[in-house]
């Protein structure tokens, strides 16, 4: 397996969301969501992208961790987990070359995911001193 960087694109995505049951999105949205993503990795496997993820945000303050999807037909390998480290170790690495001292990841798990995630370090943030995650969808 291959790992690539920032080459993602709308057909990629569209496909392997496609692959895990998910909507396919607008591809011109689509296509303005991949040329502002901070970060884009696939995970390649005989010309054929298995698991992607990417990071979106500021740069600096808040970054988010989103498309993290393993095609059906290789999930339960490992390759979630994968992805996940290092996207996070991507953030690590811009936080060090800038001086960064802080920074904060957010993610919006997929419903039966949220066990997944606390296994990697992410906590609920139904917390006291934080306040819960909430979403807007807006649709025309």
Partial sequence: MNLVE????????????????????????????????FYALEIVEDNKTVATGRIVGDGAFYLSIVDVIVHSDYQNRGLGKFV???????VRE???????PRCTINIVAAANKKGFYEKLGFI????????????LCLVR
């Fill in 6 to 37: 920032n080459k993602l694109t709308v057909n990629v995505l569209n496909d392997i969301r496609a692959s895990v049951g998910w909507m396919r999105l607008d591809i011109k949205q689509l296509q303005v969501s991949l040329d502002n993503t």
């Fill in 84 to 90: 996940v480290n290092h996207l996070i170790e991507k």
């Fill in 94 to 100: 811009n936080m060090k070359a800038n001086d960064y």
């Fill in 124 to 135: 609920d943030i139904q917390e006291e001193n934080t306040g819960t995650g909430m979403q």
